[in-house]
């Protein structure tokens, strides 16, 4: 088993930065990859970034060049530093494991709140 526990939530004004912070404890070893996801007010849950074991790192078309997402391995930390927020990007993000290539394992959530 794998416990995630996300950190870093916030009010911000737009155009305002957070840093999302999920701490990996458990069966740490066998992660693949780590990802962040978010679900809006009424939406769906969406991927927002990942990454694997080796650094590569996948993004969501809304939040390129926005956001960066990257992997302490030592710390067996994810972090998310999120720049020129939007309105659009209030949601709950939550942090997720891989242990091949579904994400198996999530956290609770940290609430995001964008100001207009």
């Known amino acids: 088993q794998v416990q995630l526990v996300e950190s870093g939530g916030g009010l911000v004004q737009a155009g305002g930065s957070l840093r999302l912070s999920c701490s990996a404890s458990g069966s740490i070893f066998s992660i693949n990859a780590m990802g962040w996801f978010r679900q ?3 939406k ?7 990454i694997t074991r080796s650094g590569r ?3 969501a ?3 390129k060049g926005r956001f960066t997402i990257s ?5 067996n930390t994810v ?8 309105p659009e990007d209030t949601a709950v993000y939550y942090c997720s494991a891989a ?3 579904a994400y198996d394992y999530w956290g ?3 609430q995001v709140t964008v100001s207009s």
Do not use: C, H, I
């Open 108 to 110: 609770q959530g940290t």
């Open 40 to 42: 809006g007010p009424g």
């Open 44 to 50: 769906q849950r969406e991927f927002v970034a990942g």
């Open 71 to 75: 992997r302490d391995n030592a710390n």
């Open 57 to 59: 790192t996948d993004y």
């Open 79 to 86: 972090l998310l530093q999120m720049n020129s927020l939007k």
């Open 61 to 63: 078309d809304s939040v």
């Open 99 to 101: 242990k091949v290539v």
